[in-house]
């Protein structure tokens, strides 16, 4: 009978007189990677009513106009209807699985190395999926609440562009003016009582904008608290002081000082931002048991769609070029 050895020199980092040295690894893994952003902790979550989800929208108060007024001694009063719209948003689905082969949780479990691993890769397949979810919450790829097109969300950039209100700041205008000029002309609004609670950039843009502020006036931007402890910048506008906060999800293109970048800000009303959630707004784990290849399987799964309300009044787009 021929017997197989392994060969310890393949396993071992130095062998010599008195020692032989093996691999040993601390028994945390190094890992800072991203696993939310702060846009989808600050806008609302409601329950669904269906699928798609419905509500109505009212466009216009009733309103006579010039014909409400009338001689009071001959009083013919002018017949009103409030103008109202149906809207919905359609429900989409974020999966991700995770198998954990038996031989190998024993062979941890033994082993005594890493042992809240399986805990941690379970929790890092809700961070996946969270990720996603957010990332899609802005970027989502579908063409139309209506008549979906993709399995995505139609996110909160194409429902804001599809409102068309957008500017550009071309490259020698000053981005501070051009965000204060925008959210100025939204407040201006004479149809609907509009307040943006929020300015959200990438991290790029948000530096420009500090940058701009120490060279034009040697100004340092106030700083305060919003959702969760974080501490971000303050731009004061006609709406009140609004936070500058930064979204890594919110890419741009090309290389800013470059003359062809484009780095785009959104200017947002939060509380009309509303994100409607199936079963749990949270994604939920389901384990599917132990088939013929003995492993474990978990299934994370998030059922919900994102929607723009007054996304051509109450939301404005700002396309930075530098």
């Known amino acids: 009978m021929n017997a197989t050895f392994a060969d310890i020199h393949a396993a071992a ?9 093996v691999p040993l690894y601390q028994t945390e893994i190094f890992d800072i990677c991203r696993r939310s952003s702060p846009f989808g902790q600050r806008i609302k979550q409601v329950p669904a009513t269906g699928h798609p989800s419905r509500f109505f929208e009212e466009t216009a108060i009733p309103n006579p106009g010039t014909a409400g007024f009338v001689n009071p001694r001959s009083i013919v009063p ?35 190395q890493f042992a809240y691993l399986q805990a941690k890769d379970l929790v890092d397949t809700v961070s996946g999926v969270m ?51 925008a959210v100025a002309q939204m407040v201006a609004n004479n149809g609907y009582h509009v307040r943006p609670t929020a300015i959200y950039a990438n991290p790029v843009l948000l530096d420009l904008i500090d940058r701009e502020m120490k060279t034009e006036f040697n100004v340092v931007l106030n700083t305060d608290n919003i959702t969760g402890g974080i501490r971000v910048k303050m731009l004061s506008t006609q709406a009140g002081d609004l936070p500058l906060i930064p979204d890594w999800s919110l890419g741009y293109t090309g290389t800013p000082g470059s003359g062809s970048a484009v780095l785009p800000a959104y200017i947002v009303t939060e509380d009309l931002i509303e994100y409607h959630w ?17 492993t474990y399987q978990y299934v994370a799964v998030k059922f919900g769609g994102v929607v723009v309300k007054g996304a051509n009044y109450a939301h404005y787009q700002v396309l930075v070029d530098r």
Request: charge should be negative; avoid cysteine.
């Open 78 to 112: 002018a017949v009103v209807s409030p103008t109202r719209v149906e809207r919905s948003v359609p429900l989409k689905a974020i999966v991700s699985q995770i198998n954990y082969n038996l031989f190998d949780i024993e062979l941890g479990d033994q082993q005594k």
């Open 278 to 294: 199936l079963g749990d707004p949270t994604p939920r784990i389901f384990q599917l048991g132990l088939p013929n290849s003995m």
């Open 131 to 181: 990720v996603a979810h957010d990332v899609a919450l802005w970027n989502g790829n579908d063409t139309s609440l209506n008549t979906p097109t993709t399995t995505q969300y139609m996110g909160v950039v194409p429902q804001i562009v599809a409102g068309g209100l957008t500017t550009t700041i071309g490259l020698a205008a000053s981005i501070v003016d051009g965000i204060k000029s």
């Open 13 to 21: 980092d130095y062998i010599g007189p008195g020692a032989i040295e």
